[in-house]
């Protein structure tokens, strides 16, 4: 709980939706009632939306850098993102705008980053591991007895040893000592549970919850989930530095691969639904690309070292 506001990081986030929603245009009358539901629920949401309102009034006429990102930020994430930070560190006195613009706070900055190739492991303040895969970024948050990680992009692989809350672009995760990797794509969030057990709630305000047992994923959106099915095969090998396909398309395999390197790596149409099965070390894609032309008919063509294509080989 916020000492200053006196609200969880979970509401902040909600009441930050709603007023994002509100900012796009009026409310239909289902969204109103939606709304007006979510606000006479509980005192808390009532103070977190005052709390809101006062951030909101007070952005335009400050210069802080924080401010600057929530007003212009150039996705709607980022914005959500900047605004749920002014909201969570209680950003409704001078002084603690005084503190932030004298201190390096950097707003829309990672706790935690992982470059484009390479992997990084964190040890949490409670125990918990952390995994990032390449190009991912998250922010931690431990208040008092709340544990939460912001995926910011990319994905994770999370061991838990308490309760503990991932929030993503399209909805929160609450885990109970649970190993799980959690996947950040442009429209929807991946999760495969490999220990324990998760609950899943799209959209964070929308009350729908999703228990997610051991040995299954499913993919969510902030609308709801497709049907849990058993974990890919494969799945968290890339902790080990792994990248396993079990019949996979080459097309998906190399949309894979162009993960862990820079620059465009292209497949073919002639040769996109050839499959491709075995287990190819990450560090090394020059190789798996080698490895390709003895296993498969193709030709890898690298016109330069960041435009590589997959062909047809003649």
Request: hydrophobic fraction near 40%; include cysteine.
């Amino acid at each position: 709980m916020n000492p200053a506001a006196n609200f969880s990081t979970r509401v902040a986030e909600q009441a930050v939706h709603w007023l994002m929603e509100m900012q796009q245009g009026p409310l239909d009358p289902r969204q109103q009632a939606n709304w007006q539901q979510w606000l006479d629920a509980h005192s808390e949401h009532q103070r977190a939306w005052e709390h809101m309102q006062r951030v909101n009034q007070r952005l335009r006429a400050l210069p802080s850098p924080l401010a600057h990102a929530a007003l212009n930020a150039p996705t709607s994430n980022s914005r959500r993102h900047a605004l749920k930070l002014l909201l969570i560190l209680g950003a409704g006195g001078a002084a603690t705008w005084g503190l932030r613009q004298h201190h390096l706070i950097p707003p829309l900055s990672a706790d935690y980053r992982s470059p484009v190739g390479q992997r990084r492991k964190v040890q949490l303040a409670d125990g918990s591991q952390l995994q990032l895969n390449t190009a991912s970024a998250v922010e931690v948050q431990f208040e008092g007895s709340q544990r939460l990680i912001h995926l910011l992009d990319g994905e994770i692989l999370l061991r838990a040893h308490k309760p503990l809350q991932i929030i993503t672009d399209q909805g929160l995760l609450n885990t109970r000592g649970a190993q799980v990797n959690v996947r950040q794509f442009s429209d929807h969030t991946q999760v495969a549970v490999l220990e324990g057990q998760v609950e899943i709630t799209p959209n964070v305000y929308s009350g729908l919850a999703l228990p997610l047992e051991k040995s299954r994923q499913v993919n969510f959106t902030r609308k709801g989930w497709d049907t849990p099915r058993a974990t890919d095969v494969g799945t968290g090998a890339w902790v080990d530095g792994m990248l396993v396909a079990s019949h996979m398309r080459l097309a998906d395999f190399l949309d894979e691969l162009s993960r862990y390197r820079r620059g465009q790596l292209h497949c073919a149409s002639q040769v996109a639904d050839l499959l491709i099965s075995g287990s190819y070390p990450l560090d090394d894609s020059e190789r798996i690309l080698d490895l390709l032309e003895i296993s498969l008919p193709v030709k890898v063509r690298r016109f330069t070292r960041y435009w590589v294509s997959v062909e047809a080989r003649v």
